[in-house]
């Protein structure tokens, strides 16, 4: 899978998941260029979201369900990911 496959993917597990109002996944992967965590192939991502699931939960807990929602691409796809939530 390529990174705009894996923000394909990533978009549609968040959306089902959180229903966010506003959410833009940038590639950052041409940053980490030669980084050790590149090798793998996966990806590093800047997440910006805003949703109404956010309401009253802490910082780890907005974390915790974007981790979720994202599921084995955690594992599978993604080597780095920033969130900002907004």
């Not at 894996?6 to 959410?23: G, K």
Request: proline share 1%; net charge negative.
């Amino acid at each position: 899978m390529d990174n705009q496959q894996r923000i394909a993917a990533m978009t549609d597990c968040i959306t089902a998941s959180l229903q966010p109002s506003s959410l833009e996944i940038i590639d950052d992967s041409a940053s980490h260029a030669g980084h050790a965590g590149a090798k793998t192939g996966k990806g590093h991502f800047i997440l910006k979201i805003k949703s109404d699931a956010f309401e009253d939960k802490s910082i780890l807990e907005q974390h915790r369900m974007i981790y979720a929602a994202l599921g084995d691409l955690m594992t599978t796809d993604i080597h780095a990911l920033t969130i900002q939530v907004l």
